[in-house]
């Protein structure tokens, strides 16, 4: 087993497209076993940091730098539940074992695991229908569990509990606590505020592609040092 | 209606070999009629002119071309040159043929040692000749479905890719061969023999039938070819310094 | 172009068709760009046809529920496998002097070539339309039937926003069209000056036994699709196709 | 089957050639039977062939990022309109007994046709695929880029994902194949009771001005056509496509 | 103007797939210028409900029936907002014209509906974005926006504000409510079950494919007349 690959550094980072700056400035530092809450309006350009963190994007300034780990370490070692999640046209079972084998988890340590995420995901008696024909809130559970399985070191999460019952929310909260308690960083994006309450450890707030504020996240939620972030978690920002 | 044009349903030796291509600006320099020519295999040239898409045929099987008269179809049948039909080989010649003149003798060779040959076998006027030569021989050559007998199916110019490329004796009309390109280390081994004769003749489209036909055009065309003029053109036509067709006329 | 190179030396192999191919190019015979034009020509028309009539007809079928909806299916796509001489013969035995639009007298024109390509590509532009138009279906379809999208608009809606990978479709008519020698050979008629394409040439050439110049033609050939895939490409990129496409 | 046919008495309408089918089959012609085996022998051979490599060649084209990339596209795009007769002169030169593999002694044999065929329809095949396989892959792109497929994996995933849609980018290959001429008529010399199949047999036939046999082995072929598409529904059918794949 | 399309009456639907039977004896009467909230577990079947209900799918048993109008006046006065908003590759603005051209809104009229509709979504600025590029809250926003702009009868939403940040949130119930107000009868697909409480007439819960329990909005949330519904409530139901 290496080193964890964390801490991530992300320095200045910029994103460019079809001729509008879309992210701007943004420098920030993930270390081992942290909770990072990201808030923000829509559009703020949260989905597009996480995947530029997640190496889906080049950014077009800055720099990312992870501390350790091959470029195949590091792929391995992180995972992401997008906000719409994709799955492959096979069986709910097929899908994560497909995950694991692209992970490269050892063909004996599999059983186990999918039982696991299975079962994490309420999605056990599911098992053989088709991924495709879920509901919209089994299939984000079933993203939630894919990318749980593999323990990696850190996990990116966008929204993932936006299409939820709330018994359901509550659970995924608390493997992610689990999960964190275990030496996993997690980075979430959210628009739930007491979900960020509840989880977070540092809240990042970003509006209009910059960082507009940020702090430990009981502190920052009830007293937060940007008047962006202010009107927002009074409600009142206008979009 | 007045086209100024002919088209010809023409058999592909007279094309491929060129002399069409030596022929027809001269006719069309003199009447100033054009001739668009489509070369296609006799039968399909035959069968074209019968739904009347043409005005002139210029094809080389008699008894087919007979038919075609007798059956109301053509008017003016013409024999206007010949030329002749050869047996090619390898120069080494596994069958022993070259130089025997008679053709009967030839073709026993060939199927008393049973090396390949390749037939047209698409019904034309060279395979027509090609049976009733294996006929004169006495031969029955695809009898026992023999391996060495083979039945292209193809054109003359694909029979001989054929025949070149498998190391097999063929039976071509000589202009045919002579303007071929992959000849490969093939010669003429047989000729002369005077059952190896080949005529070709014209035949205007019935416009009575079709009335659309260019019978003036088509006349003019026929005529010319008879003519003194158009006999000494075939005549002049050289291929690599060979007479290819020789004219029905005798001067 | 034929009288040129017929007194090369014999000569077969593909070096030596690909020396004449640049030859041919360099020298910029007359007589062979009339034929590369008149391939072109015809079968750039003949695909513009089957793409009016095969995309809207596939998207057709892609999307609009009916009885017999599978056989037409199958149907479509066995109807890719039309082979050109047979397609040929029919579109001989309409136009021909004896045949019911013989009096247009239309054979042995490009018009004829253009009927014929027609109908030997329209059937796979429209079985490869409803594949591509079905698989974008999938997503819209609950969507536009929401919004009471139905027929007509239906069908153009979805060829719109398809548009780039049909693009690849119409691509594949073009290059049927381009490379078939069967049905432009039997209702064109090889005329030269007339109706002589690159793909006629080349079999005449063939048959000539001129095998390095018909190799060479096809190089060509090759190159003229080529030019008109990369022109079409460029126009393509022009008009921008961002990943979300 | 030619002999037996050739007395019959003038006809040239389509539905003396419907006639004629119908008879042949009916008869159960031996010959006819034996032609067609080959044809579909030759032909699902090489499409088998041409979809092994062109759909593994089309997918990695579509998901790898390389330099040309958009060069290889076009190049693809345009092998499409490959000449059959191009193909079959390329192969002959090759096959035939002066040529670099001329020892083998493949020239005029079913494997020399299978050849050729495949080298026409893999480009086909492999465009085709790019674009299907592209356009499923830009749903997938993140999610299996973030999950770390890559190279092999990624491409076999996406074409088993794509699989139903390709159902139809092979069968626009077998259409190309089952249809050709050009190309097995040089390689194969559309020899009697070895090399002879539909398409060159209804050349034949066309040559000798049989216009109805040719029109009416043409029907026969379409049917054969329809028949591997009806079966090739029905085996996709069977193995169940519901809306959400 | 003809009548209103309303009353919508469902009686005994049910709906089996694959062997599985998903909706079960479900009726419902849905009256001019009501609110219905529809609540339930992820998995329910609280989509599917809506898609028969919206003429999407043909229900296995049981029947649908409007009081008033022809088929296509029934599609034209009824809209639905999906729970995976789908747009054309086209810009912002090209959709919502579109979406009027489909529904048959005079050419005159239509430009100022779009303005209206690109406002309530809050995308005036991003108006020649193409819509595939929009963020998933926007894309979401203007979907609702989309649906609303030709004021129909019945405007069926499945958690429309799933993805959206507070204010949109806010946004989004108050024209809800406005449109409700002026007759438009609403059915609402929710997790939030304090979205239930802000804007919801009547409550439908739904479990495991059967309605389990109903009543008027307040006080059916505070004293379910269900179980399952009430642990539901309490965030106790085992998925
Ligand atoms: N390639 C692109 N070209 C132009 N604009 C883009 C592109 N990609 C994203 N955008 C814009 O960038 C902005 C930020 O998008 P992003 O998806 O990151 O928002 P978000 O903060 O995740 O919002 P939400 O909460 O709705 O998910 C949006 O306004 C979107 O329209
Ligand atoms: N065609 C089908 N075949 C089999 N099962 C199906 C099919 N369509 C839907 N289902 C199943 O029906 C159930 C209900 O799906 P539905 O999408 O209606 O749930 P929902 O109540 O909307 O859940 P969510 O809150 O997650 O959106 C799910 O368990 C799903 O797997
Ligand atoms: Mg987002
Ligand atoms: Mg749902």
Known sequence: ?239 | KNKNYIVLQSTTSVQNSGLLGHLIPIFHKKTGVGVRVVAVGTGQALKNARNGDGDVLLVHSRAAEKRFVSLGFGIERHEVMYNDYVVIGPRHDPANIRMIDDIAQVFLNISSKRVPFVSRGDNSGTHIRELSLWNIAGIAPDADGAAWYREAGSGMGATLNIAVGMGAYALTDRATWLSFQNKGDFEVLAQGDTRLSNPYSVILINPVRHPHVNGKGGRAFIKWLTSPEGQGAINAFRLNGEQLFYSVLKN | MVREFREKPYMHDLNAAILLAAQLIYTGDADLLEIIGLSIGVSLTAVLASCVIGMLLGAAIAVLKFRGRGAVTILLNSLMGLPPVVVGLGVYLLLSRAGPLGVFGLLYTPTAMIIAQTILVMPIVAALTRQVVEDFYAEYDEQLRSLGVRGRRLVTTLLWDARYSLITVALAGFGRAIAEVGAVMIVGGNIDHLTRVMTTAIALETSKGNLALALALGIILVGVSLLVNGAVASLGRRFGRSRYD
Request: aromatic content about 4%; hydrophobic content about 45%.
């Open chain 1, 1 to 239: 087993m290496i080193k964890s690959i964390l801490p991530l550094r992300a320095v200045e980072l910029g994103y460019i497209a079809n001729a509008r700056t879309l992210l701007d400035g943004i420098s920030l530092t993930i270390n081992r076993g942290t909770f990072t809450v990201v808030l923000g309006p829509n559009g703020a350009g949260k989905s597009l940091l996480l995947r530029l963190l997640h190496g889906m994007l080049e950014p077009s300034t800055g720099t990312i730098s992870w501390a350790n780990g091959s470029s195949a370490d590091r792929r391995r070692r992180q995972a992401m539940v997008f906000q719409r999640p994709v799955h492959l046209r096979r069986s709910v079972e097929a899908n994560i074992v497909f995950a694991l084998g692209a992970l490269g988890i050892p063909r004996k340590d599999r059983s186990g695991l999918v039982q696991l995420a299975l079962e994490r995901a309420g999605l056990t008696a599911a098992r053989r229908v088709h991924a495709r024909l879920l509901s919209v809130g089994e299939q984000q559970r079933l993203s939630v569990a894919r990318a749980l399985a593999a323990e990696p070191d850190i996990l990116f999460l966008d929204e993932p509990t936006a299409s939820l019952d709330p018994v359901s929310v509550h659970r995924i909260e608390t493997l992610l606590i689990e999960a964190n308690a275990r030496g996993t960083a997690i980075v979430l994006v959210t628009h739930d505020v007491s979900q960020a309450r509840r989880v977070g450890q540092k809240i990042v707030f970003l509006h209009d592609g910059r960082i507009n504020g940020q702090g430990p996240a009981p502190s920052f939620l009830d007293n937060p040092n940007s008047d962006v972030a202010r009107a927002y978690l009074a409600g009142k920002i206008i979009v």
